[in-house]
């Protein structure tokens, strides 16, 4: 357990750290829509929960608490995720709550997928691949038909954000089928460095994104936009 502690330690570090850069970033930006704080709570809620990962593998907490923890942020962080991708291309909130709650079948199931053995597991695993399907289909359709009504820099903004979390998600059930939950072809050490590999360019990454293109496109999510889609 000692390189689990080493990876859940080291990651939520720089969640946390990158909570803080984010957070000092909104509150110096010129311009402060409400969508922005989506970027640090992102980050932020993963680098507690991977601090309670880490203490669990240390035996400070419960033990094996790991995957109730993972699980946690991902259920609270990826709908946040998907929230911020549907703000970014304009869309309403009919919308982007369907996106939203397809995200959290997904993980809910892959949650059951994880945990119950047996038939059950797999019956989780095929439920959370429809969901993900079904996401990756508002996202590349309908949320892609929103976003083309933008401005340019507003439209590849989107586009860049949407496919970094498009094809780093494909990875995750990939990992699932090869990692300790399905076929065993992956060690639980180097399971657990490639998850949190990915959840840190997945949350990091996309935040760094929005970030750097902020100020090309300032009135990219001004708060009429915020209001609009969740009123």
Same mark, same amino acid.
């Given at each position: 357990?000692?390189?689990?502690?080493?990876?859940?330690?080291?990651?939520?570090?720089?969640?946390?750290?990158?909570?803080?850069?984010?957070?000092?970033?909104?509150?110096?930006?010129?311009?402060?829509?409400?969508?922005?704080?989506?970027?640090?709570?992102?980050?932020?809620?993963?680098?507690?929960?991977?601090?309670?990962?880490?203490?669990?593998?240390?035996?400070?907490?419960?033990?094996?608490?790991?995957?109730?923890?993972?699980?946690?942020?991902?259920?609270?962080?990826?709908?946040?995720?998907?929230?911020?991708?549907?703000?970014?291309?304009?869309?309403?909130?009919?919308?982007?709550?369907?996106?939203?709650?397809?995200?959290?079948?997904?993980?809910?199931?892959?949650?059951?997928?994880?945990?119950?053995?047996?038939?059950?597991?797999?019956?989780?695993?095929? $439920?959370?691949?429809?969901? /993900? =399907?079904?996401?990756?289909?508002? +996202?590349?359709? &309908? %949320?892609?038909?929103? #976003?083309?009504?933008?401005?340019?820099?507003?439209?590849?903004?989107?586009?860049?954000?949407?496919?970094?979390?498009?094809?780093?998600?494909?990875?995750?059930?990939?990992?699932?089928?090869?990692?300790?939950?399905?076929?065993?072809?992956?060690? $639980?050490?180097?399971?657990? /460095? =490639?998850?949190?590999?990915?959840? +840190?360019?997945? &949350? %990091?990454?996309?935040? #760094?994104?929005?970030?750097?293109?902020?100020?090309?496109?300032?009135?990219?999510?001004?708060?009429?936009?915020?209001?609009?889609?969740?009123?």
């Amino acid at each position: 357990m000692v390189v689990e502690l080493g990876v859940f330690s080291v990651t939520s570090a720089i969640m946390l750290v990158a909570t803080g850069v984010f957070a000092l970033w909104y509150l110096t930006s010129s311009q402060k829509p409400r969508s922005y704080l989506l970027l640090p709570a992102i980050t932020g809620i993963a680098g507690v929960l991977y601090a309670v990962m880490a203490l669990s593998s240390a035996g400070t907490i419960g033990q094996n608490v790991i995957v109730e923890a993972r699980y946690l942020d991902w259920v609270l962080t990826t709908p946040m995720i998907v929230a911020y991708i549907g703000l970014t291309a304009g869309a309403d909130k009919r919308l982007i709550g369907k996106a939203m709650a397809a995200d959290a079948v997904m993980i809910a199931a892959g949650y059951v997928a994880t945990t119950v053995p047996g038939t059950v597991r797999w019956a989780g695993f095929a $439920v959370s691949m429809l969901a /993900f =399907v079904y996401l990756l289909y508002l +996202l590349v359709t &309908k %949320v892609t038909t929103v #976003a083309n009504d933008r401005i340019p820099a507003v439209q590849s903004t989107f586009r860049t954000i949407r496919d970094l979390t498009i094809v780093l998600w494909c990875v995750y059930p990939v990992l699932w089928l090869m990692g300790p939950t399905g076929f065993e072809l992956v060690r $639980v050490a180097d399971y657990h /460095f =490639v998850i949190a590999s990915l959840d +840190l360019t997945a &949350k %990091v990454g996309f935040d #760094a994104i929005v970030a750097a293109r902020a100020a090309r496109v300032s009135t990219m999510l001004d708060d009429q936009t915020f209001s609009g889609a969740l009123n």
